[in-house]
């Protein structure tokens, strides 16, 4: 390893940070912080950029060490840069995509934490890749691993909270997507999907009633899914769509789809 072929990161902090002990890696991603920190404070910005495509190289590597490495390096670049990330929202996150589909399921449980990271600190801005980041989170709901769906499920929380927190969020766009999968048959992707409508419907700011007749007739196949906590969680949205069609809609207009509910859950 020569400093040049890593610049504006050293050789050794590279070598430490694709090492296979975790203590060794962590203190390369401390020093990796810090010095973001300090290049972005200098407005040396230029260096920020080469850095960050050193991390994403790492990523792209034939080694699984590597790999980790590239990514525990993207999420302290992140932290390093706190709020100033926004600029680097697409530098940060996108190397993270590629590596969900890593045949290594550790890989894929660094990228988990890694984007978790990455994420927390974009915050707003990382919603230009919803698009993306939902259907990794919808493919990953379905993982063989274990450790990988609860890397996943902490994330799409994460994603969850900043998108009813976002006031310019597209619902349209995400009512799209939920259409597109309504009718999977793999009980973990319906999981995915009810949690989703969930959260949108105790959104106070937003509406999905709307949407109710693109998904009414998924959700009540789901109701015949083979396990009961895709069932429970089924039922309980088909409530919250009862609930807010008693609330939003004018009685007439709603009297049809609110009986057909009743009747199917009751």
């Given at each position: 390893?020569?400093?040049?072929?890593?610049?504006?990161?050293?050789?050794?902090?590279?070598?430490?940070?694709?090492?296979?002990?975790?203590?060794?890696?962590?203190?390369?991603?401390?020093?990796?912080?810090?010095?973001?920190?300090?290049?972005?404070?200098?407005?040396?910005?230029?260096?920020?950029?080469?850095?960050?495509?050193?991390?994403?190289?790492?990523?792209?590597?034939?080694?699984?060490?590597?790999?980790?490495?590239?990514?525990?390096?993207?999420?302290?670049?992140?932290?390093?840069?706190?709020?100033?990330?926004?600029?680097?929202?697409?530098?940060?996150?996108?190397?993270?995509?590629?590596?969900?589909?890593?045949?290594d399921s550790r890989v894929r449980y660094?990228?988990?934490?890694?984007?978790?990271?990455?994420i927390k600190m974009c915050r707003g801005?990382?919603?230009?890749?919803?698009?993306?980041?939902?259907?990794?989170?919808?493919?990953?709901?379905?993982?063989?691993?274990?450790?990988?769906?609860?890397?996943?499920?902490?994330?799409?929380?994460?994603?969850?909270?900043?998108?009813?927190?976002?006031?310019?969020?597209?619902?349209?766009?995400?009512?799209?997507?939920?259409?597109?999968?309504?009718?999977?048959?793999?009980?973990?992707?319906?999981?995915?999907?009810?949690?989703?409508?969930?959260?949108?419907?105790?959104?106070?700011?937003?509406?999905?009633?709307?949407?109710?007749?693109?998904?009414?007739?998924?959700?009540?196949?789901?109701?015949?899914?083979?396990?009961?906590?895709?069932?429970?969680?089924?039922?309980?949205?088909?409530?919250?769509?009862?609930?807010?069609?008693?609330?939003?809609?004018?009685?007439?207009?709603?009297?049809?789809?609110?009986?057909?509910?009743?009747?199917?859950?009751?």
């Amino acid at each position: 390893m020569a400093d040049a072929q890593y610049a504006p990161l050293t050789a050794a902090v590279v070598r430490t940070l694709t090492d296979k002990l975790y203590e060794k890696r962590k203190a390369a991603a401390l020093d990796i912080e810090k010095q973001v920190r300090e290049l972005f404070q200098a407005s040396q910005l230029s260096q920020i950029e080469k850095l960050l495509a050193v991390l994403k190289d790492l990523t792209l590597s034939q080694n699984a060490h590597a790999r980790t490495g590239g990514l525990i390096g993207l999420a302290a670049a992140a932290i390093g840069l706190g709020k100033n990330t926004s600029e680097y929202t697409s530098q940060l996150i996108e190397p993270v995509l590629t590596c969900f589909n890593d045949p290594d399921s550790r890989v894929r449980y660094y990228a988990c934490e890694s984007s978790y990271n990455i994420i927390k600190m974009c915050r707003g801005s990382s919603l230009s890749h919803f698009n993306e980041l939902f259907e990794t989170l919808w493919r990953l709901s379905a993982d063989s691993d274990l450790n990988v769906r609860s890397g996943s499920e902490l994330l799409d929380r994460l994603l969850k909270d900043i998108v009813v927190a976002s006031s310019t969020f597209d619902v349209a766009h995400l009512m799209v997507l939920v259409r597109e999968r309504i009718y999977a048959q793999n009980s973990s992707n319906r999981k995915f999907i009810v949690s989703w409508l969930s959260t949108m419907l105790t959104a106070s700011q937003t509406s999905i009633v709307p949407y109710l007749p693109e998904v009414l007739d998924g959700l009540f196949q789901m109701l015949g899914d083979g396990q009961s906590g895709v069932r429970d969680a089924t039922e309980v949205v088909l409530g919250q769509f009862l609930e807010r069609l008693q609330q939003d809609q004018p009685e007439d207009e709603a009297s049809c789809a609110i009986g057909i509910i009743q009747y199917r859950i009751k």
